[in-house]
Structures are given as C-alpha cells and as structure tokens.
C-alpha cells in the first residue's frame, strides 16, 4: 500500500479558507489509476456484514474526531482574527503607525519553521537535523534550492503581497470600525474566484459567479450606509484593496509555486518574515524622521497592543495554513466570517455605531456569498445523489409495508371463503 504524503498547495478554486497558501492533498492513487493485476483483484466476501459494519463505524469515528478539531480550529481562528482586530484599533489611539505595526507583525514569520521543527520532532519517527530538514525543504524551490535567482523571482515578491495585505488591512482600521472591516475582506474568496477563473482556468460555477456579485452588491451598500462619506470610502476602498492582493497572493502562489509540503510552507513563511526585515525596515525609520508615523519616544509605544496583535496573528495563520491537517478547509473558513457577528458584538458593546437596515442588509449579503463560495464543486451532484436514495429507500420501505400487509390479506380472504362453504 502506498503511504500517505500529506502535502499542501494553495487555493484550488475555492475550497482553501480565506488566508491559507495551504491545502492538504493525499497521494494515494484514485482507481481508474490502478494496475490491471491490482485492478482485477476481487474484494473479499462479507457474508455477515460484520466487516461494512465495522468500517462504517471507523469512518463515522474519524469524520466525529475531524468535526471536533474542526470545532476547536474555528474557534481559534474566529478569536484570534476578532482579537487582533480589535487590539489593532485599540493600539492606533496610542500609536498611530499602521505600516509600523505591520512590520513589527510580519517579523514574527520567524518562528514558523522553528515551530514546525519543534513538531516534526515530537512526531516524526526518522529525526533529522535542522540543517537537514533545511535541506530537504528547500527542495521545494527547485533542484539547486534557494539559490538567489529564485529568491528575487519566486520569493521576495510575495514578501511585497504579503506586506501590502496587511498594511492596507490595518491602515483601513484606521478609516472605518472593525465590523465593516472585517466584513468587506470576507470578499476576499469572491477575488480569488474571480482570478482563479481567469488566470488558472479554474471550472466555471454559475453559483461562484452569484457569489461574486453578491460581494460586489455588499460593497456598494456598504459604501452606501455610510452616505459616500471621504473617510468611509476611503477606508472601504483599502480593505477592498487588501482582499484583492491577498487574492493575487493566493492565486500567483499556486501559479508559479505550486503545492508544498508542510514543512517547505513552514520554510516559506519564515523567509517572508526575513524579507520583511531585511527589504523593508528602513521604511518605519523614514515614516518616523518625516513624522508621518511619529511617536515621542519608545516609552509611549503600547508594546503589550503590539505583541499581542504580533501574537494573535502568528495563531490566526498557524491554524489558517496548517490546522487543514486535522480537519476540513470548510469549518475554517466558517470561523472567519464567524468574526464578522463577533466583532459586531463587541463594537456595540465597546463604541457608538449604529447598525443601520442597509449596514446589516450588506454584512449578511457579503457573508451570504462567502458561503456560497464554500459549496464544493460537485455540489448540485451530491444533492441529485442525496434525493435519489432518498426516493430509492421510500419506495423500498413502502414495498416492505406491501409485503407485511399482503399474507394477511391472503388469510383473512381463505378464512372468509372457508366460512360460507361451512354455512352451506
């Protein structure tokens, strides 16, 4: 039997959460690929039914312990997405530096491959060095490895996605509230979609096309609720911006990178992290000396805001990419549009917005087609499958209910008949 190679690729179509560059794929060969001696072997009789029985059980066991790390994964996601929101806004009343934050943030890719190393370790059964596991994940840049063509050409422009996302995500907190923030980058799938079709080829589905243009509605009204107000649009406009260079990332990964193994992934984002440092620290110093991201002196800096946004969205993308290892793309993705009524919980709570009809209309129409977009490709497919056995066990169980009911018949119609010759 073939072993399982858990690899991870990024968004295909659109069945990856919302952040992820990875996908988990098994390397078992469908049937139609088997050898004519392996296809022609004939599986062993189950006369008792005890074996079907006992692999359903097995599969109904994984499928439970699946749905409850997928529990437990989207409540992850959910908080910390909503909390490094939240702790962002909170730090931009003391520390108004968006690009700032967002480079402090992005440094701490530094410990993806550390961590991940940490678990190969307590996992693996073949222990390998960290100059070794190096070594093998930097094969997943091709045969000469990281080598510096390949770092300028197929690495350091994602640092610039990379980056770009998230300034923009956390300069746009500083425009409009969390909800709508929150909300608007939810169009992110609808994006990726959209250039998945038309860069990748991806198959059409008329019901991502309803999707994408249900995000596209909510964008507008959204604009609307706030009266076209500069600061609104202009605040709109970056989250916007952010979901689609995110959706760029995602779509131009899968394009030129491919899939990676967890640990080449783990590998990738810390060089992100290095890209960040080196390319792009003088950028913070010269916002600083032409105080356009001025603070008085580091003592007024909120370090704890900072390292607690730092830390929430290392967790956010720890579980985004990796936790698809132990459960279904599907319950992740679910925990970020779950932050769109959190974050709306807490705004009520904490400041004076007013959710008005057109506010909530463009929220639900946004979250609406993020959904639909999670609907697996052969959907319509199941659902004719799913009413055809329902159809199929009606009429076996009306056929039981005819076949119980007809010996009874028969007698009583003997009984009737043997009645009136005893009376004549």
Known sequence: ????????????????????????????????????????????????????????????ASQARKICWGVAVLLGVCLSWTGSTQLAKLAFRKFDAPFTLTWFATNWNFLFFPLYYIGHLYTSTEKQSPKQRYRECCKFFGDDGLTVKVFFTKVAPFGVLWTLTNYLYLHALRKINTTDVSALFCCNKAFVFLLSWIVLRDRFMGVRIVAAI??????????????????????????????SVSALYKVLFKLILGSAKFGEAALFLTILGGVNFVFFSF??????????EYFDSIDAVPWGYLCGVSVLLLTFNILVNFGIAVTYPTLISLGIVLSVPV??????????????????????TISLGFLLLLLPEEWDQRIIKLLTRLKVRKKEEAAEGNGEAGPGLSWSRRARSSMSNFTH
């Open 214 to 243: 249900l995000a596209i509605a909510g964008i507008v009204m959204m604009t609307y609720a706030d009266g076209f107000h500069s600061h609104s649009v202009i605040g709109i406009a970056l989250v916007v911006g952010s979901a």
């Open 343 to 364: 974050n709306a919980a807490v705004d009520h709570y904490t400041s004076e917005i007013s959710f008005n009809t057109v506010r909530v209309i463009a929220m639900l």
């Open 283 to 292: 950028i913070p110093v010269i916002l600083y000396f032409t105080k356009v």
């Open 1 to 60: 039997m073939k072993k399982h190679s858990a690899r991870v690729a990024p968004l295909s179509a659109c069945n990856s959460p919302v952040l992820t560059i990875t996908k988990v794929q098994g390397d078992e060969r469908p049937r139609e690929n088997l050898t004519p001696a392996e296809a022609q072997v004939p599986a062993a009789p189950d006369t008792e039914g005890q074996s079907v029985t006992r692999c359903c059980l097995k599969l109904t």
